[in-house]
Each structure stands twice: as C-alpha cells, then as structure tokens.
C-alpha cells in the first residue's frame, strides 16, 4: 500500500525500558509528524519534521523523548526510561510540502507501559 | 495562537444534513482552517480546508463567514458510519508552526438509525 505505515503496531514495555517506534510516510512526502493520543483525547503534537532536521520539536514533553530522520524519510521516535504516562497511541502522519498541508496519518503504535 | 472551540458532542439520524460549528476568535490573517475526522483505532482523515467564504468536495462543505472567528462543517445526508470524533484546526501555510498542528478534543458526532 501507499499509505503511511508505523511498527510494531502494538508495544507493551516494562516501567524504565527504552522503546523505539519506526514510521514510514508515504514516499516524496517532505513532511513527518509524531503525536500521542491519550484515550479520550485528540492527538497531542510532539514534532515535526521537514526533510532530515526537526522545525520543531516544542510538543515533546521532555528529554526522555527524542525522534531522528536521518535520510528524510523514515523516522523513528525514541523513549527512554519510559513511565506509565507515556501510555498511549502513538501517530505518525506525512504529507506533501508545508506544516500545514493536508495530513496523512498512519494507524499508530500502542504503547503500554506496565 | 488560535484557540479553537467545539461542541464535545452532537447526535443526530440518518439522513440528516449535520452541521458542526467550531469557534476561533482570534484567527490571524494568515491562517486556513481544516477539519479532520477520526473513527477509533484509526489515525484522524483529512476532510476539507478552507480559507473564507465556502469551500465544497464530495463529502462535505465548509462555510467561513466574512469575519472568519468561525466555520462551520457541514455533512449532508448523514449515515451511521458518520459517528465520528470531528477535529477543527486553525493554522498556517507557513511559519505556523505547533499552532497550527493544536487538535483539541474535538466533537464526537454520533448518528442513530
């Protein structure tokens, strides 16, 4: 398929483990984004990615997360010594060209952490 | 910043036109407004995007009145698979920055047979 894809789709860790969750947005897309959504609320942007470097890293919540994309296309968001907050469905999305082109997401990662 | 305002829920039937209104007082000259959807277990779909007056594709339509503090969504002949969280977004093109990506909780829209 075309669409963005994200791995593994479900990852369930142990308090103070560290995770590593992979996106792959649709090819030619310049454009990457990570959110988190917790239950019942609305996907909470973390970064953005234009090509290879951050625009803006401001929604990650602290230095425990950090997210690379080295070649401009696939990324990977890194937790380390997670906590059962950083529970939640982790979303990808990509899209064309500017931070505020349409958005396509992906069907997100699971993240438990017991 | 342009805070957006929602409904948190809406019901309504089959076959119904449905309109969700979401609020932006504060919208800057440069900003559009979009409107995502999302059914559970999925990631949020692009619907429409609009800039002023009214915009229209295949599955909805967007109306901006002349002072842009707010739009409307608006879904005709709605069916079950409707029922939907719906996502109002302020932002812009360029320099919007984590402005422009702020989802808020969104309007659960359910529809009933």
């Known amino acids: 398929g075309a669409g963005v894809s994200q791995t593994p789709s479900n990852k369930v860790t142990e308090k103070g483990k560290y995770v590593e969750l992979r996106c792959d947005p649709i090819?030619?897309?310049?454009?990457l984004y990570w959110y988190r959504q917790s239950l019942g609320q609305g996907p909470e942007f973390l970064i953005y990615f234009q090509g290879t470097g951050a625009a803006d890293d401001s929604g990650l919540p602290n230095d425990r997360f950090f997210a690379v994309r080295p070649e401009g296309s696939v990324s990977t968001l890194k937790i380390q010594r997670t906590e059962r907050g950083d529970s939640a469905v982790y979303l990808c999305?990509?899209?064309?060209?500017?931070?505020?082109?349409?958005?396509?997401f992906g069907p997100g990662t699971r993240l438990t952490v017991l | 910043l342009a805070k957006t305002t929602q409904p948190i829920s809406m019901d309504s039937y089959e076959g119904q036109e449905v309109n969700i209104t979401c609020s932006h007082n504060?919208?800057?000259?440069?900003?559009?407004i979009t409107w995502y959807q999302q059914f559970p277990s999925q990631g949020p779909r692009f619907i429409i995007q609009?800039?002023?007056t009214k915009v229209t594709n295949e599955v909805a339509s967007l109306f901006i009145p002349a002072d842009r503090k707010s739009s409307t969504l608006s879904l005709p002949r709605v069916s079950l698979s409707d029922t939907a969280v719906y996502y109002c977004l302020v932002g812009a093109y360029s320099g919007g920055g984590a402005d422009g990506l702020t989802f808020g909780k969104g309007t659960h829209l359910i529809i009933q047979p």
């Open positions: 504060n919208i800057a000259t440069n900003d559009y």
């Open positions: 609009g800039y002023k």
């Open positions: 999305a990509s899209s064309p060209g500017l931070a505020f082109n349409e958005q396509f």
């Open positions: 090819s030619g897309h310049t454009a």
